[in-house]
């Protein structure tokens, strides 16, 4: 059970280190929370079904529909799990994996929390150097900051 927590941390740790500097941050912010969720989501659900969505599409994703799901056998736990998983009786294997794809659907179900539909935090990308030269987010800043 520890190779698939050290598998999970080691997906995020990227994430969670970013957001421990000391600047302000809020302008990658919308973009991450969509990040860390696609990542969360794709360890049990098929890629095209998460594809890039984001916002609501994002939240919209249906965990318990069984045809956006992988495999028990494609679950994605990293090679340390697998390989211990690989060395049990069959039985146990379906057990296992059942279990760890109810965990990380319970991680994926974190999505109806995050502030994936947040119009505020979406504007707030405006703020990063880069999307200043979209006029879309632009405009979508102007609107929020009017409010």
Known sequence: ML???TYVAESLTPLLKLFQRDE???HI???KVNEVTRI???MILKAEVVA???GNALKAVDCEKSENRLPSKNIEFGSGTKRLVAAMPDDKQKTLQLAFRNGLKTMGNVQEHLL?????LRDMQCLHPL?????????GCVTTLKR
């Open 3 to 5: 190779h698939i927590c």
């Open 24 to 26: 302000p941050l809020v």
């Open 29 to 31: 912010l919308y973009d």
């Open 40 to 42: 969360c989501l794709r």
């Open 52 to 54: 890039d969505e984001e």
């Open 116 to 120: 994936l539909t947040n119009a505020v």
């Open 131 to 139: 999307y200043r030269k979209d006029e879309h987010l632009l405009a």
